[in-house]
T-cell receptor
Framework: GENVEQHPSTLSVQEGDSAVIKCTYSDSASNYFPWYKQELGKGPQLIID?????GEKKDQRIAVTLNKTAKHFSLHITETQPEDSAVYFC???????????FGSGTKLNVKP | NAGVTQTPKFQVLKTGQSMTLQCAQDMNHEYMSWYRQDPGMGLRLIHYSVGAGITDQGEVPNGYNVSRSTTEDFPLRLLSAAPSQTSVYFC???????????FGPGTRLTVL
């Protein structure tokens, strides 16, 4: 099956700096890559996603890039704020298999 | 819509006890799934269902049973709890034709 690896496991940045979280996947058939934010005591919530026919997608301070050849995708958060502090998960999905494979998570701490 | 709801929020069991984790959604989503979340391991798929009467195994199905008698409900059963099943359990649902899952708030289970 698919294997998704995520780095780093923890990331500490100063408010206003940028944060980058990276994921790699193993199955070239994967074509959908969502990113989730999980706040303490809550379930994961989708923040942005990208499909394999797109190289980059932006939504205000958040962007995701995808390199299909290298099988990696990254989450970029600019102008970080304390409320960005949370655990972030990447995931990969293979079409028609109804299965999502998650990375191990990155705990982001934004220091005021 | 209440979204995806899970009960109970917390549960402590003794080894060998059985229990059912409840999951319900009121969005008429055909696809529902169960994940467990362990430190440093992200979310791992236990079982999923693509509609009433249809269930299938995910990555880590051993020790868990599911059934799907209605579109709304997807309970997860632990027949004989083991300490290795101590985890946080999330239920999720997926709208028809969409890629994005909606997660419930989770159930924190401790098996002594």
């Amino acid at each position: 099956g698919e294997n998704v690896e995520q780095h780093p496991s923890t990331l500490s940045v100063q408010e206003g700096d940028s944060a980058v979280i990276k994921c790699t996947y193993s199955d070239s058939a994967s074509n959908y890559f969502p990113w989730y934010k999980q706040e303490l005591g809550k379930g994961p919530q989708l923040i942005i996603d990208i499909r394999s026919n797109v190289g980059e997608k932006k939504d205000q301070r958040i962007a995701v890039t995808l390199n299909k050849t290298a099988k990696h995708f990254s989450l970029h958060i600019t102008e970080t704020q304390p409320e960005d502090s949370a655990v972030y998960f990447c995931a990969a999905s293979i079409p028609n298999f109804n299965k999502f494979y998650f990375g191990s998570g990155t705990k982001l701490n934004v220091k005021p | 819509n209440a979204g995806v709801t899970q009960t109970p929020k917390f549960q402590v069991l003794k080894t060998g006890q059985s229990m059912t984790l409840q999951c319900a959604q009121d969005m008429n989503h055909e696809y529902m799934s169960w994940y467990r979340q362990d430190p440093g391991m992200g979310l791992r798929l236990i079982h999923y269902s693509v509609g009433a009467g249809i269930t299938d195994q995910g990555e880590v199905p051993n020790g868990y049973n599911v059934s799907r008698s209605t579109t709304e409900d997807f309970p997860l059963r632990l027949l004989s709890a083991a300490p290795s099943q101590t985890s946080v359990y999330f239920c999720a649902s997926l709208p028809p034709g969409a890629d994005t899952q909606y997660f419930g708030p989770g159930t924190r289970l401790t098996v002594l």
